[in-house]
């Protein structure tokens, strides 16, 4: 197992949102969180890549109990975490953003094969290497997100929400980008509003409802849920 999620406590201060939430992912597996707004699946994220200290439970990455460590040591031991918020660093170049995501990296050279790998992932990226983070578009500032995720050379990509406020076509060539890294052998946790989409592409998936896991199983399963098809799907 890459990823073991026991009994997860966490939350803000006093404030407690997950409740002993439990996941694990297979190295190679493509896992869906999905939930309300509000359920607590940023919170997850965060938990797993050290932005928040668990109150309660484990977190074991490839063997090793990581709870508690810091982000930046976690981030070093092959977890990547793609935020809702990006955090581009607007005024530099995509190319410069880019070696920003490989900091855990100290050759030069390794570094440089990460950016050419990201380049072929994403070629409108390397066209645009030059451009402002801050002037790209809204899907090119995913795609660039989701590629300095990838410059770490990760063993498992978090990717929370990466199609929110996006076009339908650039919807589609963000889900393209993660089927990519899929067939790459990339292990993936994503976290998505776009339900139907989410569980035609995963290979499971948790339902996360009031910081809770309630359903979790393979998501063609989901997808024919009626509890997920009332709630989630409308239907
Ligand atoms: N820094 C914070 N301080 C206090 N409460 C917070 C903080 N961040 C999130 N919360 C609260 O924790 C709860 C879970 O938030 P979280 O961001 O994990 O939800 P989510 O499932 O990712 O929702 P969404 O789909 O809207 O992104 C929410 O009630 C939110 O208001
Ligand atoms: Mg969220």
Redesign the pocket.
Known sequence: MLLEVKNLDA???Y?Q?LRSVSLNIDKGEYVCII????????????SIIGL?APMGGTVVFNGEDITGMSASQITTKGISFVS?EMNLFVNMSVQENLYMGAYTIKDKKIQKNRLDFVFSLFPRLAERKAQLAGTMSGGERKMLAIGRGMMSDPKLLLV??PSFGLAPQLVANVFESLDVLKSQGVTILL?E?NVTKTLAVTDRGYI?EN?KIGLKGKSRDLADNPHVRKVFLGV
């Open positions: 939350g803000y201060g404030l949102i939930g309300p707004n509000g359920a607590g699946k940023s919170t997850t994220m965060k928040i809702e929370d929400e976290v509003q996360l910081g």
